[in-house]
């Protein structure tokens, strides 16, 4: 516990003003009006209408295995795994990681989990259907629930995520790469790379693609909780190119504070979702307060222009279900 | 000029400057660098928060100045000239806005979380009928039902709207015994003044039981935690014989309750909770504004 006191308690609030530092209240009263249109929020709250957006552009996601929209479709359920082993399922509205499994092993009795758990057939159609009904969604409205390719980690960073897929948060003020943070899991994530859940953040220099330091548990952190291995100086393979897709996605959606998910796997990155509300830990991760970046953006950024025709942002904006199921194309 | 503020307009950024600065930096300083509709907002509210206390303020002031028992326009708004009952009743909802401002300064300034922003109200104005012993009784009864019940519902893998119902019809049967066993040892407990807490605390443990699916349940007991302190307040106020008589005396005094809303509605500083959350960051990165 010693380390937990030898540095502050806490901050005083004008140290963090002078740090930079963005609160909550500060993000949603100042910046997320200012930088994010409210409507443009349903292309990334619907996983699905994020991927339709990647695809158009040419950015490589996950694929698509099938959409469960109604309960009837579980049933179905082995016909749309259709004896494949590794799966990722999540909710298509699900919020910070909730709801989501990651399927390592999938056989006759039951799925293993990434990390190590093990759901028998029941508790697979129960999760299933609590996920359509709407709990893991914001605001309890029902979901549809995306059967999609588990992508294999680059090797480089195989090593690093316990249990799990490290994953690449990349955050962009008006279309440009503001901060970068590597979420690797820990054995207390259970496989999963979000900060709520107990993962360990690392701030990456955007422009040399490499960690330093990181943060776990809101705490700055330097080495590995699990393997102690030291967090700086790595480097990110394929650092570019996640860079290049990341802003490419931005552009396209327009939201001006917006967090790109990327995750890395062993032929290039992969987009996984966007999130129009990212968290503030980034700042932790990086050392570094957002709002110098904040407002170096908006003193000369212009405002982002949609890159896609506007037929298929309206079909987004107002999604008619079914219009966004890929596997029956 | 800069106030070292995160953005260029004036903003209300501690505690201090949150309650005591922030109307009057709000209304008064002029944006250095460039005007915004941000800005417009800060200052509209902040105006229209000073307008509102201002009147409240004067008229409580005014009417002070002229003494109880005047005849005339005044007397409208003394309520103490109601019946016993009926301002029994106003007092209890006069003092409720004072309530919803202490669970959004909590939520919004201390920064910790509450199940809604009303719930710790409601909670409060349903134990109020009963006493807070009884409260503290049914609510054990129905916090014991619901988590009981929803390790034993666990295993029927229901959904979660049925399986409400069913913890709903799992306490109503535990509370209507517990009534019968009252009446039996005589005591008297009227099932009436029950009704208001039985449904507020289905509520509340609606709210719990999808909190622990989404959160977990450390997460969900510190918040259940949170919004039982902060209703606890609340029901403190209600209680406060004194206050009620002042707020049915004065009810333009809500006024200024509206105007301390508008300004944590406005308030954009850190929270208390982030002074430790962010404590790593403190000194660090470059000087804004550089």
Same mark, same amino acid.
């Given at each position: 516990?010693?380390?937990?006191?030898?540095?502050?308690?806490?901050?005083?609030?004008?140290?963090?003003?002078? =740090?930079?530092?963005?609160?909550?209240?500060?993000?949603?009263?100042?910046?997320?009006?200012?930088?994010?249109?409210?409507?443009?929020?349903?292309?990334?709250?619907?996983?699905?209408?994020?991927?339709?957006?990647?695809?158009?552009?040419?950015?490589?996601?996950?694929?698509?295995?099938?959409?469960?929209?109604?309960?009837?479709?579980?049933?179905?359920?082995?016909?749309?795994?259709?004896?494949?082993?590794?799966?990722?399922?999540?909710?298509?509205?699900?919020?910070?990681?909730?709801?989501?499994?990651?399927?390592?092993?999938?056989?006759?009795?039951?799925?293993?989990?990434?990390? =190590?758990?093990?759901?028998?057939?029941?508790?697979?159609?129960?999760?299933?259907?609590?996920?359509?009904?709407?709990?893991?969604?914001?605001?309890?409205?029902?979901?549809?629930?995306?059967?999609?390719?588990?992508?294999?980690?680059?090797?480089?960073?195989?090593?690093?995520?316990?249990?799990?897929?490290?994953?690449?948060?990349?955050?962009?003020?008006?279309?440009?790469?503001?901060?970068?943070?590597?979420?690797?899991?820990?054995?207390?994530?259970?496989?999963?790379?979000?900060?709520?859940?107990?993962?360990?953040?690392?701030?990456?220099?955007?422009?040399?693609?490499?960690?330093?330091?990181?943060?776990?548990?809101?705490?700055?952190?330097?080495?590995?909780?699990?393997?102690?291995?030291?967090?700086?100086?790595?480097?990110?393979?394929?650092?570019?190119?996640?860079?290049?897709?990341?802003?490419?996605?931005?552009?396209?959606?327009?939201?001006?504070?917006?967090?790109?998910?990327?995750?890395?796997?062993?032929?290039?990155?992969?987009?996984?979702?966007?999130?129009?509300?990212?968290?503030?830990?980034?700042?932790?991760?990086?050392?570094?307060?957002?709002?110098?970046?904040?407002?170096?953006?908006?003193?000369?950024?212009?405002?982002?222009?949609?890159?896609?025709?506007?037929?298929?942002?309206?079909?987004?904006?107002?999604?008619?279900?079914?219009?966004?199921?890929?596997?029956?194309? | 000029?800069?106030?070292?503020?995160?953005?260029?307009?004036?903003?209300?950024?501690?505690?201090?400057?949150?309650?005591?600065?922030?109307?009057?930096?709000?209304?008064?300083?002029?944006?250095?660098?460039?005007?915004?509709?941000?800005?417009?907002?800060?200052?509209?509210?902040?105006?229209?928060?000073?307008?509102?206390?201002?009147?409240?303020?004067?008229?409580?002031?005014?009417?002070?100045?002229?003494?109880?028992?005047?005849?005339?326009?005044?007397?409208?708004?003394?309520?103490?000239?109601?019946?016993?009952?009926?301002?029994?009743?106003?007092?209890?909802?006069?003092?409720?806005?004072?309530?919803?401002?202490?669970?959004?300064?909590?939520?919004?300034?201390?920064?910790?979380?509450?199940?809604?922003?009303?719930?710790?109200?409601?909670?409060?104005?349903?134990?109020?009928?009963?006493?807070?012993?009884?409260?503290?009784?049914?609510?054990?009864?129905?916090?014991?039902?619901? /988590?009981?019940?929803?390790?034993?519902?666990?295993?029927?893998?229901?959904?979660?709207?049925?399986?409400?119902?069913?913890?709903?019809?799992?306490?109503?049967?535990?509370?209507?015994?517990?009534?019968?066993?009252?009446?039996?040892?005589?005591?008297? /407990?009227?099932?009436?003044?029950?009704?208001?807490?039985?449904?507020?605390?289905?509520?509340?443990?609606?709210?719990?039981?999808?909190?622990?699916?989404?959160?977990?349940?450390?997460?969900?007991?510190?918040?259940?935690?949170?919004?039982?302190?902060?209703?606890?307040?609340?029901?403190?106020?209600?209680?406060?014989?004194?206050?009620?008589?002042?707020?049915?005396?004065?009810?333009?005094?809500?006024?200024?309750?509206?105007?301390?809303?508008?300004?944590?509605?406005?308030?954009?500083?850190?929270?208390?909770?982030?002074?430790?959350?962010?404590?790593?960051?403190?000194?660090?990165?470059?000087?804004?504004?550089?």
């Amino acid at each position: 516990m010693r380390h937990v006191f030898r540095r502050w308690a806490f901050a005083w609030p004008w140290e963090l003003r002078r =740090g930079g530092v963005l609160g909550l209240n500060g993000r949603n009263l100042c910046v997320l009006p200012r930088l994010n249109p409210k409507p443009l929020y349903a292309l990334v709250d619907d996983k699905l209408a994020t991927k339709l957006i990647c695809q158009e552009l040419g950015i490589p996601v996950p694929e698509t295995y099938a959409v469960l929209e109604r309960f009837p479709d579980i049933r179905r359920l082995p016909q749309w795994v259709n004896g494949r082993q590794e799966f990722v399922v999540k909710p298509a509205r699900g919020a910070g990681g909730r709801g989501v499994l990651v399927v390592t092993k999938a056989d006759r009795s039951g799925w293993t989990l990434c990390g =190590g758990g093990r759901m028998g057939q029941d508790e697979i159609r129960h999760h299933l259907a609590l996920s359509m009904s709407g709990v893991y969604s914001k605001g309890g409205r029902p979901d549809r629930v995306i059967i999609e390719q588990r992508i294999a980690p680059h090797p480089a960073l195989a090593d690093l995520a316990f249990g799990g897929t490290a994953d690449i948060r990349v955050l962009l003020l008006l279309g440009r790469t503001a901060m970068a943070m590597l979420r690797l899991p820990t054995r207390g994530s259970g496989g999963l790379a979000n900060l709520h859940q107990d993962a360990l953040g690392l701030g990456i220099d955007v422009e040399a693609g490499r960690t330093h330091g990181g943060i776990w548990r809101n705490r700055a952190a330097s080495i590995h909780p699990d393997t102690a291995r030291p967090l700086e100086g790595i480097v990110v393979p394929h650092w570019q190119e996640a860079l290049q897709f990341a802003v490419k996605l931005a552009g396209a959606i327009g939201l001006g504070y917006l967090g790109v998910d990327l995750v890395l796997g062993a032929c290039g990155p992969v987009v996984l979702e966007a999130n129009g509300r990212a968290g503030l830990g980034i700042q932790i991760a990086n050392r570094r307060g957002l709002l110098p970046p904040i407002r170096e953006a908006l003193a000369d950024g212009t405002p982002l222009e949609p890159a896609l025709p506007a037929g298929l942002y309206k079909s987004l904006l107002r999604p008619v279900p079914g219009n966004l199921r890929p596997h029956e194309k | 000029m800069s106030w070292g503020t995160p953005f260029c307009f004036p903003q209300t950024q501690d505690l201090f400057s949150a309650a005591v600065l922030g109307p009057i930096l709000n209304a008064l300083v002029e944006c250095p660098v460039e005007r915004n509709h941000a800005l417009e907002h800060a200052r509209v509210a902040g105006v229209t928060s000073a307008i509102l206390a201002i009147l409240g303020a004067a008229c409580i002031g005014l009417r002070l100045l002229a003494g109880t028992g005047t005849e005339g326009w005044a007397d409208v708004l003394d309520l103490a000239r109601l019946p016993e009952a009926t301002r029994q009743t106003l007092a209890v909802l006069l003092i409720l806005p004072a309530g919803a401002a202490i669970t959004s300064f909590v939520r919004n300034v201390v920064g910790f979380q509450t199940f809604g922003t009303l719930m710790p109200n409601l909670l409060a104005l349903s134990f109020l009928g009963i006493g807070w012993r009884a409260g503290a009784v049914v609510f054990a009864i129905v916090m014991l039902v619901g /988590l009981s019940g929803r390790a034993v519902l666990g295993r029927l893998r229901l959904l979660i709207g049925p399986r409400l119902g069913l913890v709903l019809t799992a306490t109503v049967l535990c509370v209507a015994a517990t009534v019968s066993l009252a009446e039996h040892f005589g005591l008297a /407990l009227w099932a009436g003044s029950i009704l208001l807490p039985m449904v507020v605390l289905t509520i509340v443990i609606e709210r719990f039981h999808v909190s622990i699916e989404e959160n977990g349940l450390a997460v969900s007991m510190r918040l259940l935690a949170t919004t039982l302190a902060v209703s606890g307040v609340c029901l403190a106020l209600l209680h406060w014989q004194a206050l009620g008589r002042l707020a049915v005396r004065f009810p333009e005094g809500d006024l200024i309750v509206a105007g301390a809303l508008i300004l944590i509605g406005r308030y954009d500083g850190y929270r208390l909770s982030e002074l430790w959350r962010f404590r790593d960051l403190a000194g660090s990165g470059e000087e804004p504004n550089k």
